[in-house]
């Protein structure tokens, strides 16, 4: 069993930087560079029901007809969580966060929210959750702690759970060649300076290398599927428009929201060459001409010969424990992973 206490006060500090509010324990700690105002909630909804929007309203993607516990890492908002705690009313969601962001009075009964940094060992007890969800998540997870991360995840989802990751490599490319570094775009500008600003603390390029991560804590058949996310509304494809076009004003709130402090603590740029460099980076992604997108995730399908238990003590084949793991990586970094008995049902495409 696990125990919660009162959220420790140092958690509700914040400071001001440039006019938006930061959590003093996660800047000081290198552990989260974004604001936690108002703006930054509201910005984190509307990240939300872009997803809904390209994932056609699925909050879940594995087939779980009745989930009984569901964790939630970095719920931010807790946008995801409230509308999984309404889908599955009888199902346990908890809500996992480093900031103890304001919540509607309104809360589901059952959904719970919690305070903790990602970055500590996992206090939850093993083979606990049906599903542990975890999202945009690549800002917050110190860059030598991913695996055990990962390790945590697998530790606590029973067998037969899931895992679904959604996360973003932001380095933004154009889907014709058109933005490219050699010729200075802000685009790439801001994110190779964005990459260079969260580093050492934080690992840019660990959506690229989940594959990789999750291979070595012992899960397999990883396996991977690419789609575009368009920085506005360039694409002729009319589902791909509207996602573009729902897109355009997240972005404008991204390229200011995630750089404003490391742009300002960690490079030493003034603040208004970052003003002038988000003002370019938005003009850019706005022009339909250098058809922007986010780069995402891309893998294939791997399957490791041992499942290694994790103590180290002593090594099986998945057939020996009669588990099988299954990943699946989708849009944006999109992951799915599932423990699943060898004896159940086939994994079912998403």
């Excluded at 108002?38 to 989930?67: A, N, S, T, V």
């Excluded at 702690?145 to 490319?173: H, K, S």
């Excluded at 002038?276 to 003009?283: F, N």
Aim: proline share 7%; aromatic share 10%.
């Amino acid at each position: 069993d696990f125990q919660t206490v009162p959220v420790d006060e140092t958690y509700r500090d914040v400071i001001l930087h440039h006019n938006r509010e930061y959590q003093r324990y996660a800047v000081e700690h290198g552990v989260y560079f974004s604001p936690v105002d108002d703006d930054e909630i509201e910005y984190l909804q509307y990240i939300h029901g872009l997803f809904k929007l390209m994932f056609e309203d699925r909050l879940i993607f594995p087939p779980i007809p009745q989930p009984r516990r569901i964790l939630d890492c970095g719920s931010g908002s807790a946008s995801w969580a409230i509308d999984v705690a309404e889908t599955y009313p009888e199902c346990e969601v908890i809500g996992l966060d480093i900031y103890p962001y304001p919540m509607p009075e309104d809360l589901p009964a059952n959904l719970e929210l919690q305070i903790d940094d990602l970055n500590s060992p996992s206090t939850f007890p093993s083979n606990h959750f049906d599903l542990v969800h975890s999202r945009l998540m690549s800002g917050g997870i110190h860059a030598d702690r991913w695996v055990n991360y990962l390790t945590d995840i697998f530790r606590t989802l029973r067998p037969g759970g899931w895992c679904q990751m959604v996360e973003i490599y932001f380095n933004a490319q154009s889907d014709n060649g058109t933005l490219t570094a050699t010729q200075d775009h802000a685009l790439q500008v801001w994110s190779q300076s964005y990459m260079q600003s969260v580093q050492p603390y934080k690992d840019p390029r660990a959506p690229l290398r989940l594959q990789q991560m999750l291979t070595e804590v012992g899960f397999v058949e990883v396996e991977t599927r690419v789609l575009t996310l368009p920085l506005c509304g360039w694409s002729n494809d009319p589902r791909d428009h509207n996602i573009g076009e729902a897109s355009r004003l997240i972005v404008h709130r991204m390229l200011s929201s995630l750089c404003a402090y490391p742009f300002t603590q960690v490079l030493d740029m003034s603040q208004t060459d970052v003003q002038l460099l988000v003002a370019q980076a938005r003009s850019e992604a706005d022009n339909p001409a250098f058809k922007g997108a986010n780069q995402v995730v891309a893998g294939s399908r791997v399957t490791p010969l041992m499942f290694r238990q994790r103590t180290g003590r002593m090594a099986m084949r998945g057939s020996e424990l009669g588990i099988e793991a299954r990943f699946k990586i989708d849009t944006l970094g999109l992951l799915s992973c599932s423990l699943r008995s060898l004896q159940s049902t086939p994994d079912q495409r998403i």
